[in-house]
């Protein structure tokens, strides 16, 4: 499996923005399908965002459509997450995932479909 670190979480007002990064270990980073997704307290992990092998392809939960916008560079072995917009519901920690190697095939958006995950980062909007 990949190995994924988060990082660029915080604690932020209402409206403002934040960019996570997801630093991935490996040589093989453009053959994963990356997300992240997001777990409030008491609740299911969710989907939020992903984007396919190559980062021609993006899929975003219809909550953050608009607001959030994910890319990748592969060259770096790092994914993105910029989170404009903020709103108190985004308080969550966010995950980084990986899908499993060379399925490329498709943009996945359930946790089932990856096979890799970051420890998390906490982002909490205030109101």
């Known amino acids: 499996q990949v190995q994924l670190v988060e990082s660029g979480g915080g604690l932020v007002q209402a409206g403002d923005s934040l960019r996570l990064s997801c630093a991935a270990s490996g040589r093989t980073f453009d053959s994963y399908v990356m997300g992240w997704f997001r777990q409030a307290p008491g609740k299911e992990r969710e989907f939020v965002a992903a984007?396919?092998?190559?980062?021609?392809?993006?899929k975003y939960a219809d909550s953050v459509k608009g607001r959030f916008t994910i890319s990748r560079d592969n060259a770096k072995n790092t994914v993105y997450l910029q989170m404009n917009s903020l709103k108190p519901e985004d308080t969550a920690a966010y995950y980084c995932?990986?899908?499993?190697?060379?399925?490329?095939?498709?943009?996945?958006?359930?946790?089932?479909?990856?096979?890799?995950w970051g420890q998390g980062t906490q982002v909490t909007v205030s109101s």
């Open positions: 995932a990986a899908g499993h190697l060379y399925q490329c095939g498709s943009v996945y958006y359930s946790p089932s479909d990856f096979g890799s």
């Open positions: 984007i396919s092998c190559g980062g021609g392809v993006k």
